[in-house]
Structure formats: structure tokens, C-alpha cells
């Protein structure tokens, strides 16, 4: 069993700029050597002036790594949107993978409102939903190039 952690948050910076760009160049680069380090996996999405990022792995791994994020300048009003156990991982092959532009076109908002009542489709769900979406573009440009 592993441990999935969704959290979101809100940039200080602008992802799409030069400056920007550099950033989430730096993250990428850290999160990625840390994470095989670490034994974790995950995936960062990147919208205009937001974050979502899932990670997995041991429970104690994902504890330390969220408190370290919670004390990153790059970003501010850092949300936990909900931990779970899981059987397999989902990102297993990413160490970090991340959206290749910011995500303009989708809103943070919709994927972490209350569902309605009636449904079972959790911001968690439509947040990992989002990241596979984005990991198989990734893999399917990778695949092309």
C-alpha cells in the first residue's frame, strides 16, 4: 500500500513568464532528484497562477515532503485537498512529472469545489484525473519526438 497526497495551491509568480519558466524549471529539478531519493512519485500541474500536485509513496516519505512544501516561498495558500492509501501508483513512472505549458484553460476553481451530493466525483478524483490526462500527453509527445 502506498500513500496519495493531492494538495493545491497559489503561485508567486507568473508560471508563463522567462522568470516563471525558470521556477518550475528549478522545482522539476529538485523534485526529481529528491523524489528518486525518496522513493516517490508524482505529477505537477501547472494553470496560470496555481498549483495542484499529487504525490505518492511511504507515508512517512509524503508527510516530510508536504511539510517542506508548506514553507516554499514559490507558492502560498498551500490547501491539502485529501490523502488516501492506495494499492499501485498511479505516476509510478514519474519522479516528477509536470504539464509542459500552465493550464490556462483550467479554471483551479471547478476541479476543487463540493461536489454535489448525489455524485461521487471528489476534487481528489478530477485532480488525478487532470494529472493522467496530462502525463499521457506527455508520454504521447515524448513518443512522437
Avoid at 497526497?5 to 532528484?33: C, M, N, W
Avoid at 490556462?104 to 478530477?126: A, C, E, G, W
Wanted: net charge neutral; with cysteine.
Amino acid at each position: 500500500m502506498i500513500t496519495q497526497l493531492v494538495y493545491t495551491s497559489s503561485a508567486t509568480f507568473d508560471p508563463a513568464s522567462k522568470a516563471g519558466s525558470l521556477h518550475i524549471a528549478q522545482i522539476l529539478e529538485t523534485a526529481r532528484r529528491h523524489n528518486s531519493q525518496a522513493g516517490l512519485s508524482g505529477f505537477l500541474l501547472v494553470g496560470g497562477d496555481w498549483f495542484a500536485q499529487v504525490l505518492e509513496g511511504e507515508a512517512a516519505a509524503i508527510t516530510g515532503l508536504f511539510r517542506r512544501i508548506l514553507f516554499d516561498h514559490r507558492h502560498t495558500n498551500v490547501r491539502l485537498v485529501e490523502i488516501r492509501v492506495a494499492r499501485e501508483r498511479l505516476f509510478g513512472e514519474w519522479t516528477m512529472g509536470s504539464t509542459v505549458e500552465p493550464l490556462y484553460n483550467l479554471p483551479l476553481s471547478p476541479m476543487i469545489k463540493p461536489s454535489p451530493p448525489d455524485r461521487l466525483d471528489f476534487p481528489f478524483d478530477r485532480i488525478i484525473a487532470c494529472a493522467m490526462h496530462e502525463a499521457q500527453r506527455l508520454r504521447e509527445t515524448s513518443a512522437k519526438g
